[in-house]
């Protein structure tokens, strides 16, 4: 009778245990929040990932631009973003949002801090 209930608790134990072993997810990364208004660069970097050189770096432009309070100079890096004739449906949707954006923040800080 000692030795099941052993058994038992053990094979709890260990059912206990992995059950918490399991691999959490990482939370995507939230949007930035510029002068009161939320701009979606992580959505926008991550759509970027597999494209071209040339728009990757206009995209990490427009980030650090944006960053550093350089508002008209983040636009006019996503506007070279914009003006690529390959780009997909997806990606030119969410170009024109964080244009949206941009101009909301320009229009609220003004064209730098």
Known sequence: MKTQN?????VVTIA???TGCGKKQAPSP???EVGGVNVDMPALQAAFVGASPDLQAAVNDT???LRYGQYEKALQSLDKVASDPNLTEPQKKLVAQ???QLKQVINKA????
């Open 6 to 10: 052993l058994l038992l608790g053990i």
């Open 16 to 18: 206990l245990a992995f």
């Open 30 to 32: 939230s949007a930035y």
């Open 63 to 65: 980030s650090s631009n």
């Open 98 to 100: 964080v244009i949206e």
């Open 110 to 113: 003004g064209p730098s801090r």
